[in-house]
């Protein structure tokens, strides 16, 4: 329907003189301004300098729209131009609703388009915490919301297993190997802390045996790295299933390094003429494309920064065939992103090729009071910890109620709550009543067909309703668009609070046949709408609560 609409406004745009004219076709907040709304006629005005009113009527005599289309027309306010649909667009949009069912809001424009998205990424050096939750399910979302429009999505998870935080852990366990096996060692400076490490040691020794313990120091660190990298994998492993997020590849930063695939992207750089030697250390032209200065690859000592194994994994990415990678990062990445930009458009690649969406810190709230640690990280809030305490279905709508690069307060109270306080409860509360109906009357869902008698329909909650569900495969398509899949939870809150209107104000079963039967037509459609967009953000969506 708006996309009939908005390519008639282009049309007449371009009539009027301006060809690709950008202009804004929208959904009035206020529904007495119609169902649709345009300030096409103000921006031409704008560009013309004439009176927006008048530009306005040249627009309406100049649009022609099927006749089916739109009921009625009114320019309002300093030259909008609202539109209200025509009952039969309504009555053909709940038909596709019903039709599509599971897969209504799925598109197909991104159809052809292999798109990596890369997110949570972790260090293996100890428990996830509630940041990288929030990347998880803003990840997971975005890779969903490509899904359904048509995109064929990998998700990927990077694990940093090289470099001097991997050699802290080994050290680290090492010591509490030691410990538990009765002998004094000391964690290194800058090791690591937490209860998890002595849990690992006592694993280890259960596996290897009390022997272990008595290694010579070097053999013991060099396996204590790899027992602690495996250990600590599978917990992140056992922590991300349990969310509801599972990964198509695993990629190992270490083996970047022994594939030769590191100094293989070197010599390309190098060979383009992309780098040179200064002060003893190798460096990256990137100020030639656009960065602020130049970056350093190899330091004088001879090792590597982490922009060198990052540009060889995002090569990597390229050549397994990619034409768009996503990676989630945390908002303290951010200045690492104009460098990485010209790393790859040094490489020739598009600017399409990569982006990054940004995660911003997480704050756990308990009685007003930020919860600061748990026992078994020592430094801060377990993933699992708050999973297990609020549910992982209010964890990943919390986590996703907000735009990712905007700091977030969890509030463990409100998500534990069994009222319409709780957002999530609000939400799956909303579908389960709509279920209610179905089994006071005794009928599956699927058993109520046919086409919606909008004359059936008295009551302005039963056109509200309507119109809401009808919005939904344009939030997706706009979720997906823009990568946000607050969007969606936004939605489903506001077709929530639809939902109960209309079912506190309005009677569905003991009605006339003619209202009951359409009455049920329209809780079937606003089922399958709840479903999917709870399906969408990976949140079940329960027929009693």
Same mark, same amino acid.
């Given at each position: 329907?708006?996309?009939? +609409? ?13 060809? *690709? !004219? ?5 959904? $009035? ?14 921006? !031409? ?39 209200? !649909?025509? *009952? ?29 998205? /890369? ?8 428990? +996830? ?30 694990? #940093? ?11 680290? &366990? ?8 009765? =002998? ?14 002595r849990e690992n040691a006592r694993q280890v020794l259960a596996q290897e045996g009390r022997q272990f313990a008595d290694l010579p120091t070097e053999e013991g660190v060099r396996r204590c790295r790899d027992l602690a990298i495996r250990l600590q994998r599978e917990e ?20 970047? =390094? ?21 002060? *003893?250390?190798?460096? +990256?032209?990137?100020?030639?494309? *656009? ?31 990619? %034409? ?5 990062? @945390?908002?303290?990445?951010h200045g690492y992103i104009p460098r990485m930009q010209a790393a790859l458009a040094a490489l020739g690649y598009s600017s399409e090729f990569f982006d990054v969406e940004l995660v911003q810190l997480v704050r756990v709230v308990r009685g007003g009071e930020e919860v ?5 990280? @020592? ?41 319409? /306080? ?12 709509? #279920? ?9 869902? %699927? ?25 939904? $495969? ?16 936004? =939605?489903?809150? /506001? &077709? ?37 967009? &709870? ?11």
């Amino acid at each position: 329907m708006s996309e009939t +609409l908005r390519a008639e406004l282009s049309r007449v745009a371009a009539r009027l003189g301006a060809d *690709g !004219l950008d202009f804004v076709l929208e959904r $009035p907040r206020d529904a007495g301004h119609g169902d649709l709304a345009t300030n096409l006629a103000m921006v !031409l005005a704008r560009r013309d300098r004439a009176n927006p009113r008048k530009t306005a009527e040249r627009v309406l005599q100049e649009l022609k729209l099927p006749p089916d289309l739109i009921a009625r027309t009114e320019i309002a306010g300093p030259g909008f131009i609202n539109f209200w !649909l025509a *009952g039969t667009q309504l009555s053909a949009a709940h038909r596709k609703i019903l039709d599509a069912d599971k897969e209504y809001g799925q598109a197909r424009w991104g159809a052809g388009l292999k798109v990596n998205v /890369e997110f949570v990424s972790a260090n293996p050096t100890g428990p +996830l915490h509630v940041g990288h939750g929030r990347g998880a399910a803003l990840g997971d979302a975005i890779a969903s919301l490509l899904q359904w429009t048509g995109h064929a999505v990998t998700r990927e998870f990077y694990v #940093n297993d090289a470099g001097v935080q991997i050699d802290k852990l080994a050290q680290s &366990l090492w010591a509490r190997v030691r410990q538990e096996a009765g =002998y004094p060692a000391e964690i290194p400076e800058g090791g690591y802390h937490g209860e998890y490490l002595r849990e690992n040691a006592r694993q280890v020794l259960a596996q290897e045996g009390r022997q272990f313990a008595d290694l010579p120091t070097e053999e013991g660190v060099r396996r204590c790295r790899d027992l602690a990298i495996r250990l600590q994998r599978e917990e992140q492993n056992r922590d991300l299933k349990d969310f509801g997020v599972t990964f198509d590849v695993i990629t190992s930063e270490q083996t970047a =390094y022994d594939s030769g695939s590191v100094d293989r992207t070197l010599a390309l750089l190098a060979s383009r003429g992309l780098t040179y030697e200064s002060e *003893g250390a190798l460096w +990256l032209r990137t100020t030639n494309f *656009g960065d602020d200065k130049d970056r350093v690859l190899r330091k004088g000592d001879g090792t590597l920064t982490y922009l060198a194994p990052d540009i060889a994994y995002h090569v990597d990415k390229h050549d397994r065939g990619f %034409d768009r990678v996503i990676d989630v990062w @945390g908002a303290d990445h951010h200045g690492y992103i104009p460098r990485m930009q010209a790393a790859l458009a040094a490489l020739g690649y598009s600017s399409e090729f990569f982006d990054v969406e940004l995660v911003q810190l997480v704050r756990v709230v308990r009685g007003g009071e930020e919860v600061r640690m748990s026992k078994r990280s @020592g430094e801060f809030v377990t993933l699992r910890d708050l999973y297990e305490e609020v549910g992982v279905d209010a964890a990943r709508y919390f986590f996703l109620m907000t735009k990712g690069a905007t700091p977030l307060d969890f509030d463990v109270e409100k998500a534990k709550k069994q009222t319409d /306080e709780n957002p999530i409860f609000y939400v799956q509360m909303a579908h389960a009543r709509l #279920n209610g109906i179905f089994r006071t009357a005794q009928r599956e869902p %699927d058993s109520v067909t046919g086409e919606l008698d909008l004359g059936a329909l008295p009551a302005l909650e039963d056109t509200e309703l309507l119109k809401k569900l009808v919005q939904f $495969p344009e939030i997706v398509d706009k979720a997906a668009r823009e990568r946000e899949p607050h969007r969606v939870t936004v =939605y489903l809150h /506001e &077709l929530a609070g639809i939902v109960h209107g209309w079912y506190h104000r309005t009677r569905t079963l003991g009605e006339e046949a003619s209202t009951e039967r359409a009455r049920l037509l329209l809780a079937r459609a606003a089922r399958i709408v709840l479903s999917n967009g &709870l399906a969408l953000l990976g949140i079940s969506a329960p027929d009693r609560m």
